[in-house]
């Protein structure tokens, strides 16, 4: 397409027909990637003899196809774009970026950041050299542009991706400073100077932000960048040319020039203010920016705060920097010393008016209440308001230097106060009252620990923050909410001071002001949570959910969803009857949300911090009712659509908590309903596309569909569930490009599969194994090493002679059973296993090699069966001491084991008391060794010395529930041991049997009876045993012990439970 022919097309896309204008889009897309394209665009752009509007079009086509298209995100996607279009437009951007109307450049600006971003140094080395030339010649401008775009590049970057840097500043840097000299010393300067100073302080802070470059820490090099800075911010801004409207005043080129040196010189105080948390080489840097910069920088903006005093203009951001400065340099000695002399004038004089209520906000309160709200309740906000810095500057004042300071600024409220009751109504200072009301709700950590005010504060609260529930001025009713909630937790001597509070702030619910409904809503949650007895709540608990709905569809708020979820947490079940209209509600607002969440577009838009806190407060509601599995039905058409429409790409930015409801459903829900099933794909194809971040959150559902609903998952077929989790596990196991912690779930949804379908699933067994063998061999953290070694050890309990003749198969059996054996053998420096730590761990392992030993002795050679025999043996101990570690930790007693407790004191009499050995009798060195036997014996010995497996690599996932959970491994391995061989023949054991005679003293508890069971294989078994030594055969005879005392703890757990179940509610 020609040059002509394009701008034709460019504008019949302005065409107010609608199908003249799609077609002239579809034109444009059809030509975008022809040779010249974009350098047609670029010239219509810049053609002065060109329509604007055309232009503007040009310059939106010509960024969005840079955006795209100019460095791919996948590095084998073909280009898109010729070199030699990429080296014209290189060549002349630079040229045009600044000759262009602003309208233009903002447009060619961001195109030229996405070029430097993916080109600079390799693909355009020679960009620093033409902004060099032209920072010396008459293209100031330009170069300065170029330059800010190249610096930021690096603003946020690590030291290693800093190198260029280094040659930015060197090459550039004096040029610079010539430049920024020789602007301050102009005499009138014009408007068109603030924009050049401008940018040079854009590109010096984009270069000092993270560090400061190796050439400014030359003193004499510094000094001279701090001479012009300093000359800045002591220049009396040009008072000609200052618009009138505020919005235009505070966004004026002098004022961003005030604006942006106050911001450099606060950054470098932080940097080096402190020195004791400068790096050693850095010190004496710091040392001498503290003693010739910071005491100057704080007289300067002293000067400037003084403006404010008299009535001055200073915008409204550089008053909230410079607050900053002067809190940082309260704890400082040496710059408190210079503040002190002032703190009176700047105390009372400057930051308390900014405390109080103005003309600005009375205007917005009556204007637009919406924004208000906003405005008071967003952090964004908080950034840049006066008012907040100075709350900010008097916690750290009173914080910090509070014996001289405290006393005096509480007096002057309490004057306040005194002057507020002693006038008349219409002369009583409103705005003063609110902007004390504000500072003692500011100061409650400090009043509520501070003596007397401690004492004072419920009569301060009765007397002055409570009769203004009642004021005829509405910012006063918001105030007395906002600070009651900030003492609802003090110990009130009259409970009746109590009720009448949090009676206020409901009252406040129903204000006829948006702004008092919103800080009495946000009260509440305070006073919910403080409240001892909720009768005083759940008589007007209907009411108080209807005016949180009704305030929800008027303001988009997560704090508003807070105080909701405060009260569902707070009455549990109680919320049953409210919860399917609390979902339903819930739901719509969430809907609301959204749809100005994708209106706005905006990264910190407070309606998608609202929609998300919507979902949390639908997960609280279904936590607290997760008893009364009928409601779940009930409120499932609720949630559906918003399930639904949020597991795919719309729902990016909500999918945990969306992934967290689906949990929540099919895991509390009587049966999993099969539009409940419809998810399962969504969730499958977020996972395949884009939503690998949430692999762990997505198998938890994928676990409650699969475990609760296992014959749906073994019998559909449309679709099938079974091929489509296989597609997904091995596609995500076979990923190179995938890290290991990455694909962690995919093996524990084999397990998964293992457990809940055992003798069902005897097809995928072998396709499972390959997979996981695999990846075994190229995975290098012993994380996944256990977790698909787990995979062989499932798959051997599943079907054990099926899993050895697929290894045999595949002749990898040596090889797997190798490296089970290392990982099981590997322990810390405290004697713990250094894998398989989880409890779940060491039990599926367990499981997995007492099934080896039920194998036939023709398919199970009788060296492979002593190690797993002992290696079961070991892992048995493992196991109970890490339960006993646990239950300790929770401070749960449990003396149930005798012979078995855990040796977790340094008293070695007490040890051997439990196991009945005689104190007297230690010197006998047969009763030594006999002590030594039964600490292995008892086996289950961890010391609190040790580190503890009992949280260590602990994650959610521990709590899921699993069929092996009524499984317990030792009357597993007693049993399987039972059906095979005897346990143990009575000539092998003649020295043992005397050694827990002797050790049991002859005590009641020594009614220990070995195990005489009749057995298949005789003589397989007197092999064995002939090989173990006696530290082996005392572990088989305390596992057998115990295997029977759990036998009868089941036994009796579930006769509790069947009384509990049968006995009448």
């Given at each position: ?76 996607e ?16 630079l ?10 450049r ?16 390799e ?58 000299n ?32 190796k050439?400014l ?37 002098w ?5 942006w ?71 400082k ?118 003596e007397?005010y ?79 007895d ?59 949300c ?14 998608a ?9 639908i ?8 008893r ?77 569909y ?85 995979v062989i ?52 392992c367990?499981?997995?090699l ?99 497996d ?17 499984v ?22 003649f ?8 050790c ?66």
């Amino acid at each position: 397409m020609d040059l002509p022919s394009l701008v034709v097309v460019l504008q019949a896309a302005l065409n107010p027909n609608p199908a003249e204008r799609k077609a002239a889009e579809q034109s444009l897309n059809q030509f975008q990637y022809t040779p010249q394209h974009l350098v047609r665009l670029l010239q219509i752009i810049v053609d002065n003899n060109c329509d604007m509007a055309v232009r503007q079009v040009a310059s939106i086509h010509f960024k969005n196809f840079i955006a795209k298209n100019w460095a791919p995100l996948d590095p084998n996607e073909q280009q898109k774009i010729l070199q030699s279009d990429k080296d014209m437009v290189r060549d002349h951007i630079l040229v045009f970026v600044t000759q262009v109307p602003p309208l233009l450049r903002v447009q060619l600006g961001e195109c030229l950041k996405t070029i430097i971003h993916a080109d600079y140094p390799e693909q355009w080395p020679r960009l620093l050299d033409w902004v060099k030339h032209n920072l010396q010649d008459q293209q100031v401008y330009g170069a300065l542009f170029v330059l800010r775009i190249l610096a930021r590049k690096y603003e946020f970057k690590s030291e290693e991706e800093r190198t260029p840097v280094h040659r930015i500043v060197e090459e550039t840097f004096p040029h610079l400073l010539n430049i920024f000299n020789r602007l301050v010393q102009i005499d009138k300067p014009a408007l068109e100077v603030a924009d050049l100073i401008k940018l040079i302080c854009k590109i010096f802070w984009s270069s000092i932000y993270l560090e400061i470059p190796k050439q400014l820490l030359d003193p004499n090099l510094f000094n001279a960048w701090m001479m012009p800075f300093l000359n800045v911010l002591e220049r009396p801004v040009p008072l000609e040319g200052q618009p009138v409207d505020p919005e235009l005043r505070k966004s004026w080129g002098w004022w961003k020039v005030k604006k942006w040196t106050v911001h450099i010189l606060n950054r470098l105080y932080t940097r080096f203010g402190d020195l004791k948390l400068r790096n050693p080489e850095n010190r004496a840097f710091a040392q001498m920016f503290q003693k010739n910069y910071a005491g100057k920088i704080l007289e300067c903006h002293l000067n400037l705060l003084g403006v404010i005093r008299v009535g001055g203009y200073l915008p409204d951001r550089v008053t909230n920097l410079i607050l900053q400065y002067l809190g940082s340099s309260i704890s400082k000695n040496s710059m408190y010393t210079l503040l002190q002399p002032q703190i009176d004038v700047l105390l009372f004089e400057i930051v308390f008016p900014l405390m109080c209520f103005n003309d600005n906000d009375q205007k917005l309160w009556e204007e637009d209440p919406h924004e208000y709200v906003r405005k008071g309740y967003d952090i964004i906000e908080d950034l840049y308001s006066p008012r907040t810095a100075s709350m900010d500057f008097v916690c750290e004042l009173v914080r910090k230097r509070g014996k001289e300071n405290l006393q005096k600024f509480i007096q002057f409220i309490v004057e306040i106060f005194k002057r507020y009751d002693e006038a008349p109504v219409e002369y009583k200072p409103y705005r003063q009252k609110d902007g004390a009301l504000l500072a003692v709700g500011a100061l409650c950590d400090k009043l509520k620990q501070t003596e007397p005010y401690k004492s004072e504060l419920e009569h301060m609260l009765m007397q002055h923050v409570f009769p203004e529930f009642r004021s005829p001025v509405g910012h006063l009713r918001a105030k007395a909410a906002w600070v009651a909630g900030q003492y609802a937790r003090i110990n009130f001597s009259d409970q009746n001071n109590f009720r009448l509070a949090l009676h206020s702030v409901v009252s406040g619910l129903c204000d006829p002001e948006l702004p008092v409904r919103v800080d009495s809503v946000f009260a509440l949650r305070s006073f919910v949570e403080a409240c001892r007895d909720l009768n005083e709540i759940r008589p007007i608990l209907p009411q108080l959910l209807d005016e949180i709905f009704k305030l929800m569809n008027e303001v988009e708020n997560e704090d508003l969803v807070f105080t909701l979820e405060t009260i569902v947490d707070k009455f549990g079940e109680e919320m049953a009857p409210f919860a399917l209209g609390l979902c339903q509600n819930l739901a719509a607002a969430f809907w609301r949300c959204m749809n100005t969440s994708e209106a706005d577009d905006e990264a910190d838009d407070p309606g998608a911090l609202a929609a998300v806190g919507c979902l949390r407060a639908i997960s609280t509601i279904l936590e607290s009712v997760s008893r009364l599995p009928q409601l779940f039905v009930q409120i499932e058409p609720t949630l559906l659509p918003i399930m639904r429409r949020m597991l795919t790409t719309d729902g990016q930015e909500v999918f945990e908590e969306v992934l967290e409801i689906v949990s929540y459903m099919t895991f509390f829900s009587p049966t999993i309903s099969l539009e409940m099933w419809s998810l399962w794909p969504l969730m499958i194809e977020a996972l395949a596309d884009w939503a690998i971040d949430f692999f762990p959150n997505i198998l938890v559902p994928l676990d409650n569909y699969i475990s609760r609903g296992t014959a749906h998952f073994l019998t559909c077929k449309e679709p099938d569930y079974q091929q489509s989790l296989w597609n997904m596990i091995s596609s995500v196991m076979a990923d190179k490009n995938l890290e290991d912690n990455d694909i962690e779930p995919a093996p524990k949804l084999i397990e998964v599969v293992f457990q809940n379908c055992r003798g069902q699933v005897d097809h995928w067994v072998e396709p499972y194994l390959r997979i996981t063998l695999d990846r075994l061999r190229r995975t290098e953290k012993s994380r996944l090493k256990c977790l698909l070694v787990q995979v062989i050890a499932n798959s051997v309990y599943y079907n054990a002679v099926l899993t050895l003749s697929i290894l045999n198969k595949l002749c990898v059996t040596t090889e797997v059973f190798n490296l089970w054996f290392h990982l099981l053998q590997q322990v810390k420096k405290s004697g713990l296993l250094a894998n398989f730590k989880r409890e779940h761990d060491k039990k599926v392992c367990c499981l997995g090699l007492t099934s080896l030993l039920a194998l036939p002795g023709e398919q199970f050679p009788g060296e492979a069966l002593e190690r797993v025999f002992k290696a079961t043996l070991d892992l048995l101990v493992a196991y109970k001491g890490q339960i006993t570690v646990a239950a300790n930790e929770e401070e749960v007693e449990d003396d149930d084991m005798d012979g078995f407790q855990t040796d977790d004191e340094d008293d070695a009499n007490a040890s051997d008391k439990e196991m009945g050995v005689d104190a007297e009798d230690e010197d006998e060195a047969d009763n030594i060794r006999l002590q030594k036997l039964a600490a292995q014996a008892k086996a289950f010995h961890p010391t609190d010395d040790d580190d503890s497996d009992s949280d260590d690599d602990f994650s959610d996932d521990e709590e899921l529930l699993s069929p092996i959970d009524e499984v317990d491994p030792f009357v597993f391995f007693v049993d399987t041991v039972k059906g095979k061989m005897f346990y143990l023949a009575f000539s092998v054991c003649f020295m043992f049997i005397f050694y827990f005679l002797f050790c049991m003293a002859l005590s009641e508890r020594a009614t220990f009876s070995l195990l005489a069971l009749q057995a298949s294989d005789p003589i397989r078994f007197q092999n064995l045993t002939q090989t173990l030594d006696f530290h082996f055969q005392a572990l088989a005879n305390s596992v057998a012990q115990h295997a029977e005392q759990r036998r009868a703890e089941i036994e009796k757990e579930k006769m509790e439970k069947a009384s509990a179940t049968a006995a009448p509610s």
